[in-house]
Nanobody
Framework: QVQLVESGGGLVQAGGSLRLSCVVSEGSFSSYHIGWFRQAPGKEREFVAGSGISWKDEDPYYADFAKGRFTISRDNAKNMVYLQMNRLEVEDTAIYYC????????????????????WGQGIQVTISS
């Protein structure tokens, strides 16, 4: 059973930075597409960033709000994926989840939560004003 565990969340002031980490146990990490999602209170879960594999274009894929502020990266040797978040805003307050998928057919589909097979338990990120 593949398990994902997030870490690195917490409370930070607006304008600050956080780096979230996610370790993926079991399975062949390098063969998984990885995504970060978040869910704020009273809102639906939304896509943040994704890292795909085995496509011609393996550049990361970001939600518009994440472009220029967030960076997703992965270390296949350590089965780790990271989300570096800079210039954080109060609106970034949410529970952040990492997710893994064995099959996503196209980069543009990385933002589809339903395509992910495995999910972490989530970690709280709180940005204060």
């Amino acid at each position: 059973q593949v398990q994902l565990v997030e870490s690195g969340g917490g409370l930070v002031q607006a304008g600050g930075s956080l780096r979230l980490s996610c370790v993926v146990s079991e399975g062949s990490f390098s063969s998984y597409h990885i995504g970060w999602f978040r869910q704020a209170p009273g809102k639906e879960r939304e896509f943040v960033a994704g890292s795909g594999i085995s496509w011609k274009d393996e550049d990361p894929y970001y939600a518009d709000f994440a472009k220029g502020r967030f960076t997703i990266s992965r270390d296949n040797a350590k089965n780790m994926v990271y989300l570096q978040m800079n210039r954080l805003e109060v609106e970034d307050t949410a529970i952040y989840y990492c997710a893994a998928s064995a099959y996503i057919s196209a980069k543009a589909l990385l933002n589809r939560a339903a395509l992910y097979d495995y999910w972490g338990q989530g970690i709280q990120v709180t940005i204060s004003s």
